[in-house]
């Protein structure tokens, strides 16, 4: 059972190119997250999704694309990478009281 | 708007006690607790719903005054494995995890 995976575990960009960071869980669980994490600042809601189809924003969505065509897999696109972007992105998926985090992705933009 | 945890760092000795606590201004539907290990993902202690009862188990349990919208987390008799940073999160009124999380507080445990 390998819970939430995420792809790549590392990644440097230059500014202004754009990726996909990949999320995929096997838990059929519904609810689906991504967040970042930055020094001192814990973890911010960038967005979210409560079931195929339906995504939401959550604290810091600018900057960022997200869509859910099925149950198991929920990418987080970059569109244009800048350096504010540098963090360690973690994408969550959860039931109604828990969440389960992947190991997460660093990510460098220079 | 992001909940305020205190303190911002604890060290403590092998058995010792400590109290964590996660305070909003906002009216809150439920807290949840995370602990974070360097390096690691964070993994999930407890959640509390606004008009539940107190949680826990073994020696960490949590408490949620829906009144003062604060929630605290006792860690009791403290074990090297506690250290760590521990998170809340809150929902305000969805219960559809979208939670906004405390800065977090480091907690060292040292022999």
């Known amino acids: 059972n390998a819970g939430v995976t995420q792809t790549p575990k590392f990644q440097v960009l230059k500014t202004g190119q754009s990726m996909t960071l990949q999320c995929a869980q096997d838990m059929n669980h519904e609810y689906m997250s991504w967040y970042r994490q930055d020094p001192g600042m814990g973890l911010r809601l960038i967005h979210y999704?409560?079931?195929?189809?339906?995504?939401d924003q959550g604290e810091v969505p600018n900057g960022y694309n997200v869509s859910r065509s099925t149950t198991e897999d929920f990418p987080l696109r970059l569109l244009s990478a800048a350096p504010s972007q540098t963090s360690v992105y973690f994408c969550a998926s959860s039931t109604a009281s828990e969440a389960f985090f992947g190991q997460g992705t660093r990510l460098t933009v220079v | 708007q992001q909940p305020v945890q205190s303190p911002q760092a604890v060290i403590l000795r092998e058995g010792e006690d400590a109290v964590i606590n996660c305070s909003s201004s906002k009216a809150l539907y439920s807290v949840h607790w995370y602990r974070q290990k360097h390096g690691e993902a964070p993994v999930f202690l407890m959640i509390l719903l606004k008009g539940g009862e107190q949680k826990g188990h073994e020696k960490i349990s949590a408490s949620f005054n829906e009144k003062k919208q604060q929630s605290s987390l006792y860690l009791t008799a403290s074990q090297l494995s506690y250290s760590g940073t521990y998170f809340c999160g809150t929902e305000r009124n969805t219960g559809f995890q979208k939670l906004v999380f405390g800065t977090g507080t480091r907690l060292l445990v040292s022999p």
């Open positions: 999704s409560v079931g195929a189809g339906i995504t």
